[in-house]
């Protein structure tokens, strides 16, 4: 049995096809605008003639056709301009047609300008009961012509108001939609930096555990090895408190304090030590995947962690969305930061495929906010919307650092974040 075709939110999704960018659809208009015109030139007016002859024609065509290569920048004025021109051409004899014009420029108008008191309901029945009753009477024979085809256009018009007053609401919920996704992925990215807080403090505070017991048990015999002792506790300490106070304020800026994680089984967050394994798996999965590493030898955990993760997910978006290709991944830290970049080369030779975005949409390939690849990694690559990029946001963030993701010049798309470190480092020298 053939497989159904597939739907056009699938094809969007697996980046066969694409929605217009703003331009394309500018330019969409200024080609429909010509049509118009030379289709109202085209049209035989009403049988007593155009007052004006040819040239009031062509003056009335035009303004009733051009203006609508602007409409998605002036809707209400185009729609005044061409709603003016429609009804002063039929009373003038110059064209003979339903108000298509008028209709056209007040989709844009529903779609794009508030109208709250407008009753888009009532329009809607009675323009489709307009519509029904004209279809089911059939057209007049003699002079009422003109009057039925008044009638059709306002009925069309009406129509087209609630056409675009739909678009409009669905658009709404859509953004709605995706700005509560984007707040849900925030609270679960903070919730699991909390599980990570739970990590580190579990293993500092296991590790002074033990090296005050060896401290006690070696103070009178081995002061020298209590001694060592004691400056790791120290040591363990003092990355606690430092890695602790950055992720609290971070949590605490959310407005809500973290909740204290029973004994659940959690494990450590990797750090860079395990990043040869990740891109190795990445490589089985399909990737042409190189790592390359300078100097990130002796980060603080924290940094490590939220590392490990920024790549992490950059590579799980390349797999998701664009599939085998080439990518590369690079971490190099020079004492005061660490800088991490995720490219890829895009697929169908380099081709950016779109991502679901954001906030933050790849919004639009890795997309949120966005507006990610915004959003869209979201907007919005990322979870489904746009999670991925607003989870390695937060991340970096928590650090006071960088984060930036989108398409390259030549195809492909990069995820680049710095991470500082030095802010840390100084923290444990504290007294």
Same mark, same amino acid.
């Given at each position: ?138 057209? !007049? %024979?003699? #002079?009422?012509?003109? @009057?039925?085809?008044? $009638? &059709? +256009?306002?009925?069309? *018009? /009406?129509?087209?108001?609630? =056409? ?103 494990? !450590? %967050?990797? #750090?860079?030590?395990? @990043?040869?394994?990740? $891109? &190795? +798996?990445?490589?089985? *999965? /399909?990737?042409?995947?190189? =790592? ?126 710095? =991470? ?12």
């Amino acid at each position: 049995m053939a497989p159904f075709p597939p739907t056009w939110p699938t094809l969007y999704r697996e980046g066969v096809v694409r929605p217009l960018r703003r331009g394309e659809w500018v330019a969409v208009d200024g080609v429909t605008a010509v049509v118009l015109t030379a289709l109202f030139l085209a049209l035989p007016g009403p049988a007593w003639g155009c007052y004006g002859g040819w040239s009031a024609r062509i003056a009335l065509a035009a303004a009733m056709g051009l203006p609508l290569a602007l409409r998605r920048a002036r809707p209400a004025a185009v729609c005044a301009v061409v709603a003016v021109a429609s009804v002063v051409a039929s009373v003038a004899g110059a064209v003979r047609e339903p108000f298509l014009a008028v209709a056209f420029a007040l989709y844009q108008v529903a779609v794009a300008v508030p109208a709250r008191r407008v009753p888009t309901a009532v329009i809607g029945v009675v323009s489709a009961g307009v519509s029904v009753l004209l279809l089911v009477s059939g057209s !007049p %024979a003699g #002079g009422g012509q003109d @009057l039925v085809l008044h $009638v &059709a +256009g306002l009925a069309l *018009a /009406g129509m087209a108001w609630v =056409l675009g007053r739909a678009v409009r609401e669905r658009r709404a919920h859509a953004a709605r939609s995706a700005r509560r996704v984007a707040a849900e992925a925030v609270t679960e990215e903070r919730l699991r930096i909390a599980r990570e807080l739970h990590d580190i403090v579990a293993h500092h505070v296991g590790v002074i555990a033990v090296k005050a017991g060896v401290a006690n048990h070696l103070l009178a015999a081995h002061p020298e090895g209590a001694g060592e002792a004691l400056q790791v506790i120290e040591t363990a300490s003092r990355s606690a408190l430092s890695e602790m106070r950055q992720m609290l304020s971070v949590l605490r800026a959310g407005g809500s304090e973290p909740e204290a994680d029973g004994a659940d089984g959690l494990r !450590p %967050a990797p #750090g860079l030590a395990a @990043l040869p394994g990740l $891109v &190795a +798996g990445a490589t089985a *999965a /399909g990737l042409t995947a190189e =790592l390359r590493t300078e100097g990130t030898a002796d980060l603080p955990q924290g940094v490590q962690s939220s590392a490990y993760r920024v790549v992490q997910e950059a590579l799980t978006n390349v797999l998701k969305h664009v599939g085998p290709t080439r990518c590369r991944v690079e971490l190099v830290a020079d004492g005061r930061e660490l800088r991490i970049e995720v490219t890829d080369e895009g697929g169908a030779g380099g081709r950016s495929v779109r991502r679901p975005g954001r906030p933050g949409g790849h919004p639009a390939r890795h997309g949120p906010a966005g507006a990610d690849r915004a959003d869209g990694h979201g907007s919005g690559r990322g979870s489904g919307h746009g999670h991925g990029l607003i989870g390695m946001r937060e991340r970096v963030e928590l650090f006071g650092g960088r984060f930036r993701a989108g398409p390259l010049s030549g195809g492909g798309f990069a995820v680049r974040a710095e =991470l500082p470190y030095r802010a840390v480092a100084s923290a444990r020298e504290d007294p």
